[in-house]
C-alpha cells in the first residue's frame, strides 16, 4: 500500500497546476471503464482542471444512462483539442485504446489507473496498478478519497456503477472487504441502487432482446458441456442494427450451462470481418488470460477477452484448438476425429466475404445442440 500511496503522492503533484486532462478507457467502455472516466473527469473538473473523458460515443451500452456522460468528449473530435496530461483507466496499453486515443496519448505524460492482472507495467509515467482491486472504480475511489476530493450523487454512481458491474453486483471473487467499505462510503452520497439495478441488470433494449435470442440459438456445447460457445456475426448485429454494446451480457448463455468451465463468446465487429473478437469466462483453476494472451488479448483470471487475427471460422478453429491445449495439457493434438472444430460447415479454404459483398455467413456455422 505504501507503494500506492507514493503513487498518489506523485499524482497529486502532477495535478498542482491546472492541466488540460484527457482520460480514456479501454475500447467498448464497458461499466467499469466508463464509470470509472466519468467520475475521474467530474472530480478533476470540479477541483480546477479542464478535464475530458473520452469514447465513442455511439456505443455506450447501458451504462449511458450514467449523469456526466453528456460531457464526455467523442473520440472524433479528439484532434481539435490539446492537452497536457492523460489518465487511463481500466487500461494498461495503447493498443486496447480507442484508435483515435492512442497517438494523443502517445505524446502526453501518463498516469494509468488500471486492475487488469495483464497489465505490464510498462504504460504510465505514474502507475497505480492493484491486480487485487475489484475494478478500476474501487482505485480511483481510493485515490479520491487520499486526495480529499469532492463527491456528489452523479460522481458516485459512476463509480457505483463500475464496482458492481466489474463484481458482478459484488458476486465475483475480487470482491474484497475493502470493496464493499468503498461501495458502503458511495452510497452515503445518494446513490440510486434499485433504479440503477433495474436499468443494468433488469430491463433489456429490444435491440440486445433480439441479439440474445440470436445468440441462444447459436449456442454450441462440447467436451461434455465443461465448454460452451455463442456466436454473433456481423449480418447478426446489422440484422437488428444492433453493436456490441448491446451484446455485453451474452456471455452469460454459454456461461449459463450447468458443468460449463470455459464458455466463449465469439463476435464480428462491423467493417472489420478479417478479425474476430472472442470473451472468455473460466471455472475453477482454468485462466482466462492464458487462452487470450495466445491471441494478444488479456483481463483477468476469470474474465478476459482478445481479438483474433483472423475470419470467424478460422478464429473458432485456433481458440478451440487452445481451449483443448489447455483442458489436456501434454496431449499431442491429434488429427480432429469427431471434435466440433471437423463438423462446423467453414472448411479451411472457404474464403471469407469481403464487408461490401452480401455475406452468406450464417449463424447456423455455429453448431445447435
Ligand atoms: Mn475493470
Not at 473538473?45 to 460515443?57: E, F, L, S, Y
Request: glycine fraction near 6%.
Amino acid at each position: 500500500m505504501s507503494h500506492e500511496k507514493d503513487s498518489f503522492a506523485a499524482i497529486k503533484e502532477m495535478l498542482a497546476t491546472p492541466k488540460r486532462i484527457l482520460i480514456s478507457g479501454h475500447l467498448s467502455p464497458d461499466g467499469d471503464s466508463l464509470g470509472s472516466m466519468i467520475a475521474m473527469a467530474r472530480m478533476l473538473t470540479a477541483c480546477g482542471h479542464d478535464a475530458k473523458a473520452t469514447a465513442d460515443v455511439n456505443a455506450l451500452g447501458k451504462p449511458g444512462f450514467l449523469e456526466g456522460v453528456e460531457d464526455l468528449l467523442s473520440v472524433r473530435k479528439l484532434k481539435r483539442k490539446k492537452f497536457d496530461l492523460f489518465i487511463a483507466v481500466d487500461c494498461g496499453s495503447l493498443d486496447r485504446m480507442p484508435p483515435e486515443v492512442r497517438p494523443i496519448a502517445a505524446k502526453l505524460p501518463k498516469i494509468c489507473i488500471d486492475h487488469h492482472v495483464t497489465n505490464d507495467g510498462s504504460f504510465g509515467d505514474v502507475q497505480v496498478v492493484d491486480p487485487a482491486a475489484s475494478s478500476a472504480g474501487e482505485i480511483v475511489w481510493r485515490l479520491a478519497k487520499w486526495m480529499e476530493w469532492k463527491f456528489d450523487r452523479a460522481t458516485a454512481e459512476a463509480l457505483w456503477v463500475a464496482m458492481v458491474t466489474d463484481t458482478g453486483r459484488f458476486a465475483y471473487d475480487a470482491t474484497s472487504p475493502k470493496t464493499l467499505r468503498a461501495a458502503g462510503d458511495l452510497l452515503k452520497y445518494g446513490v440510486r441502487t434499485a433504479l440503477v439495478n433495474d436499468i443494468i441488470y433488469g430491463t433489456f433494449p429490444r435491440k440486445a432482446i433480439e441479439l440474445k435470442r440470436i445468440a441462444w440459438r447459436s449456442l454450441h456445447v462440447w467436451k461434455n458441456r465443461r465448454v460452451a460457445e455463442v456466436t454473433l456475426t456481423r449480418d447478426d448485429f446489422r440484422s437488428v442494427r444492433g453493436t456490441k454494446a448491446e451484446a455485453e451480457d451474452i456471455i452469460e448463455i454459454p456461461r449459463s450451462v450447468a458443468r460449463n468451465e470455459i464458455a466463449l463468446f465469439f463476435y464480428q465487429i462491423p467493417d472489420r470481418t478479417k478479425e474476430t473478437r472472442c470473451s472468455i469466462r473460466t471455472r475453477g483453476d482454468w485462466d482466462a488470460t492464458v487462452l487470450a494472451a495466445k491471441f494478444g488479448g488479456g483481463g483477468h483470471k476469470k474474465a478476459a477477452g482478445c481479438t483474433i487475427k483472423a475470419p470467424l471460422g478460422v478464429a473458432k478453429r485456433q481458440m478451440r484448438k487452445a481451449v483443448k491445449e489447455m483442458l489436456y495439457p501434454g496431449k499431442k493434438p491429434t488429427p480432429p476425429a469427431r471434435t466440433a472444430v471437423t463438423s462446423a460447415p467453414v472448411p479451411p479454404s472457404t474464403p471469407i466475404p469481403l464487408p461490401a459483398s452480401p455475406s452468406p455467413l450464417p449463424s447456423s456455422q455455429c453448431q445447435k445442440q
